[in-house]
């Protein structure tokens, strides 16, 4: 039997704030244990929770980025649970009325093998707003205390926005384009800093199989925590494998918590269905429902940059770029940016975007450098550019010009002074060098004469290496032709 | 909506409290009576109201995102209780918090 796979994400991005979503405490990753706890992290009875509005800008934004209906008016719940790294014994989350609701992001999916890329519009369920945990840390070395588990509550309260999907995705590779996607996205709309060893943006995934062609949703289990695109597409498949093989062997999938470990490359059960939390969820009567205007949307709105998909059809009309080229450089802020810097310091589109995704990119892939790590800047980028415009040195030598300057040179006319690149562009002096290339090759000439094509390219050859390859190429080829037309 | 004794025990679990036979009955008696006067307030014929999550028609104000809270670790934790066990050392340890531990 043919099976498909079934994927939904619910991802918790930490949104970029000061303080903590319902009090005035730090939210600096690294601080010593419990020193930006203040009473309402730690839960001390009598405290109020007060709604920190940029959190609640933040969540705006996500929902103007993704075309999303945002909420006149969302309820704050407890979503109620025991754990020791959660003092009030409830969360406060969203649930009935979430701040955003339904949206959607189209993702790029690579190729791979046979298989060629293409696009796909995933939709978005909701995202609402919520508070994170405090942090369990287990293993003290503390002899006295041993049995005993310390509890951080630095983290207690930090803002999430949790983004959930509807079970759209039907491979691996579709999920982590799409969290790769909504990686960029929030990083692109400044609302979370993306740092994924941090914890700043985990994901959870949901994954069933079906028969290919049936309709019903088979039973998932939700793959918990997965913070790398790596374990999460190992995590995916290892799971994918494990239902498929259960339902083969006449097994039955139980709805079940399971967490990957990178280690062995295996899901292994966290807990059951039959052991499940009941929440209890229930309006939480400390917070008023939040109210979101047409003008607090619009004031938010007009503090957004460009997004970009706005950018790319804008890259494709403004400069003439393919929809593959547009795509590619908006495929994250600071390389849309280099691009852009690049252009405005004068040089051409097509040529600038020829160079950022080629010599640029391979050279930061190569050291594992981002782009605003670019030793190369985007005016020195430019200056090169406009000398192989304007004739002084060939493509060729721009390369060399390129990796001197990558190798930490700065001036661009200096390298090409130093390194005698420049270009040979008097016709004069090509004519004269061209005839002394025909009189040392007569055998070429004549071969030529008899209608081999293949020596006249032999020729230009001789002629750029008799000029070091400094001769301006097209001029070459014009004198070249026009001497053996004679 | 009538309540049973397993109900009871399910809900002080999640809440993980501790009730014996005796307590668990008498909770029985008391929750079953709150549920009592919800289920009169059902009877209400509601169509056509929007319900609401609060009493006021008010709507949440906002705070602006600044820190305004300092570090009070050690005030906090002078309060903790004693670890027990014999020991008269308060369940603090590094700046953390000490609690039974917990595996998942």
Redesign the interface.
């Known amino acids: 039997m043919e099976w498909e796979v079934v994927i939904g994400l619910e991802t918790h991005t930490q949104l970029k ?3 903590k979503i319902f ?4 939210t600096a990753f690294g601080a ?8 309402v992290s ?1 839960a ?1 009875p009598g405290v109020l929770p ?7 800008e933040c969540a705006i934004k996500f929902g103007l980025a993704v075309n999303a209906e945002i909420a006149r ?1 969302s ?1 704050f719940a407890r979503k ?5 790294d959660l003092p009030k ?1 409830y969360q406060i989350s969203q649930y009935e ?1 979430p701040v955003v609701g339904k949206g959607a992001v189209t993702i790029q999916v690579p190729a791979v093998g046979k298989n060629a890329a293409y696009e796909k519009v995933i939709n978005i369920t909701r995202a609402h707003l919520e508070e994170d945990a405090g942090k ?3 293993g ?1 070395s ?1 002899q ?2 041993e ?7 630095n983290r207690a309260g930090t803002p999430l926005l949790e983004i959930v999907t509807e079970p759209d995705m039907r491979s691996a590779a579709e999920a982590v384009a799409y969290a790769k996607k909504l990686h960029e996205l929030v990083q692109w709309i400044d609302i979370c800093d993306g740092n994924m060893q941090e914890g700043s943006f985990r994901c959870d995934v949901n994954v069933s199989v079906r028969p290919k062609g049936t309709e019903k949703l088979g039973t998932r289990r939700e793959i918990k925590n997965l913070n790398s695109f790596k374990f999460m597409q190992q995590a995916i498949e290892y799971e994918t494998r494990w239902q498929i093989e259960t339902l083969e062997d006449g097994g039955t999938i139980h709805q079940a918590t399971v967490l990957f470990n990178p280690d062995t490359g295996e899901t292994r059960v ?2 059951s269905k039959e052991e499940a ?2 929440y ?1 969820y229930f ?1 939480d ?1 400390d ?5 979101v205007t047409e003008a607090d949307k619009a004031r938010v709105k007009a503090e957004m940059p460009e997004l970009p998909e706005v950018m790319k059809a804008r890259f494709e009309a403004e400069y003439g770029l393919t929809s593959y080229d547009a795509s590619t450089l908006t495929s994250s802020r600071d390389l849309a940016d280099y691009f852009v810097a690049t252009v405005n310091a004068g040089a051409d589109a097509k040529p600038a975007a020829n160079w950022v995704m080629g010599s640029v990119s391979a050279k930061l892939n190569a050291e594992d450098k981002p782009i605003n790590a670019s030793p190369v800047t985007a005016l020195q980028l430019a200056q090169l550019l406009k000398r192989i415009n304007d004739n002084t040195i060939s493509n060729n030598a721009a390369k060399q010009v390129f990796e001197a300057m990558w190798a930490g040179e700065v001036d661009v006319d200096a390298i090409i002074e130093k390194l005698g690149l420049k270009q040979v562009s008097d016709s004069g002096a090509i004519e004269a060098m061209i005839d002394e290339v025909l009189a040392a090759n007569p055998a070429m000439v004549a071969e030529f004469k008899a209608g081999k094509e293949k020596a006249f390219n032999a020729l230009v050859g001789q002629a750029m290496k008799a000029s070091k390859g400094k001769a301006n190429p097209a001029q070459v080829n014009e004198i070249l032709k026009k001497k053996l037309a004679n | 909506m009538a309540l049973n004794i397993t109900d009871i025990k399910r809900i002080a679990h999640l809440a993980r409290l501790e009730i014996n036979e005796q307590e668990a009955a008498a909770t029985l008696t008391k929750l079953s009576g709150i549920l009592g006067l919800i289920e009169q307030m059902q009877a209400i014929d509601t169509t056509g109201i929007t319900p609401m999550s609060h009493s006021q028609d008010v709507v949440q104000r906002l705070r602006e995102d600044v820190v305004t809270e300092t570090n009070q670790r050690e005030a906090f934790q002078k309060i903790a209780p004693v670890l027990g066990n014999g020991s008269a050392k308060q369940a603090v340890d590094g700046g953390l918090y000490l609690v039974p531990q917990v595996i998942e």
């Open positions: 704030t000061n303080t009090s005035g405490a730090s010593e244990p419990n020193t930006q706890a203040c009473e730690i001390l007060v709604l920190n509005k940029q959190a609640v008016r309820v109620n649970y025991f754990y020791p014994g009325l369990s840390v287990h003290l503390n006295s205390i049995g005993m588990s310390g509890i951080d509550l966290m807990r939390n009941d209890r309006p009567p917070l008023l429902p939040l109210e």
